[in-house]
């Protein structure tokens, strides 16, 4: 609650669902439902592009166009003063974007700013292992990204890993807090599913989340394939991304391959309840909403040891390199496929540390926290329009 008794008004600019399947959309979709299950009276902004699945209660959204261009999101002309004209009239007390949100995120909280609100960002951006081009490149993106956000009252980070990597790119340590992403545990359970009479297996095996490159998807087919299993054990790989294509047509001369597309939400849940094996190739991560999916939904889950996915499924799964990804996939796969009650046992324990470390509520708790942080910090800035105090 604010001071004054009303709720909490938070300007949530996140990500729809859709036309898109992803962390951020999954992010924008738990965060909004945790903070309006906490009170608070969230106005949720997003584009277009994404899709028209709103996150629940979101019958105001402010809804943007934009030009997507892989990551990058260009608004188009008019878009800002859209938003504050949205924000001036809803009167947020704290600005949340869900960085990056688009090409504008440094003039969104300068926008805040000026109405006398806190602004804070959650860090999406992934990491991968030292050494390799990859992570080159993302530390330059860290370092970009860091010049944008100097408006900023407080960046969630999603691991003390990424937070090392934006106190080494410039921005303020007082100013980072770690908030590892979470899941609705109650709502992303283990139970009964039909997947594999649907699909005539006896055994099915997962992958979930974007089909780009960094994620190997390609790969996993192959190690899949090398197996040499019969064809009542299955791959579904549900996404959307630059290599569908590609994966359709490998899927085509494989009938134990089954290319997906974009699910919703319920179907999502329906597919990790129904899986044997969940598996995550990627070469970055933050730390991945599917995976804690997964995680809660009681499945024998295979990752790579990206962002802070390995430290997350740690003793809970079976965590492989980042490179070389073969043969040790090969092997983890030919491991889980052969012995269901390894399964079992991974999945009963996956789904504790979901429960223990990520569950939602306490989530939602820690960015409420945050919240009051930015606002306290703000109120003893010379030069800002005073905040509201928040509790």
């Not at 090409?103 to 000026?114: F, N, P, V, Y």
């Not at 908030?179 to 005539?200: C, H, K, M, Q």
């Not at 001369?253 to 997906?260: A, I, K, M, S, T």
């Not at 991974?346 to 945050?370: C, T």
């Amino acid at each position: 609650m604010a001071p004054d008794g009303r709720p909490l008004r938070v300007a949530f600019l996140g990500h729809a669902e859709g036309r898109r399947g992803d962390g951020l959309s999954t992010y924008s979709r738990e965060t909004v439902r945790a903070l309006r299950a906490a009170g608070a009276d969230v106005r949720f902004f997003a584009h277009r592009e994404d899709g028209d699945i709103l996150p629940v209660g979101a019958a105001e959204a402010v809804m943007l166009r934009a030009w997507h261009l892989k990551t990058v999101t260009i608004p188009r002309p008019g878009s800002m003063r859209t938003i504050r004209a949205a924000l001036t009239a809803f009167a947020p007390d704290v600005v949340h974007i869900s960085w990056s949100f688009s090409l504008q995120d440094g003039a969104i909280s300068r926008a805040a700013h000026r109405l006398g609100a806190v602004c804070v960002a959650t860090f999406h951006l992934p990491h991968g292992p030292d050494g390799t081009v990859r992570a080159a490149v993302l530390r330059g993106l860290y370092r970009y990204h860091r010049t944008q956000m100097g408006h900023v009252d407080r960046c969630i980070a999603l691991s003390d890993e990424q937070r090392g990597l934006l106190e080494r790119a410039g921005y303020p340590a007082a100013r980072l807090a770690v908030i590892p992403n979470g899941v609705d545990t109650d709502a992303v359970r283990p139970g009964p599913s039909t997947l594999r009479e649907d699909l005539g297996a006896r055994l099915v095996v997962l992958y979930m989340g974007r089909l780009d490159p960094e994620k190997r998807v390609t790969a996993l087919v192959d190690s899949f394939l090398s197996l040499g299993l019969p064809d009542d054990h299955v791959l579904c790989i549900a996404g959307d991304g630059v290599q569908r294509r590609v994966l359709g047509r490998v899927a085509a001369g494989h009938p134990n391959v089954r290319v997906l597309g974009l699910v919703t939400a319920d179907r999502a849940l329906h597919l990790l309840r129904g899986c044997d094996v969940f598996v995550l190739p990627s070469t970055a991560e933050g730390l991945a909403l599917s995976l804690l999916e997964a995680m809660a939904a009681g499945c024998a889950v295979v990752a790579t040891d990206a962002g802070e996915d390995g430290r997350a499924l740690d003793g809970a799964g079976v965590v492989i390199p980042v490179h070389p990804l073969r043969p040790a996939l090969d092997e983890a796969l030919r491991s889980l496929v052969s012995d269901a009650a390894l399964r079992a046992r991974l999945g009963g324990a996956a789904r504790r540390r979901a429960v223990e470390r990520y569950g939602m509520a306490e989530h939602s708790r820690r960015v409420l926290a945050v919240y009051t942080s930015a606002a306290e910090g703000a109120a003893e800035a010379p030069g800002r329009v005073r905040p509201a105090a928040l509790p």
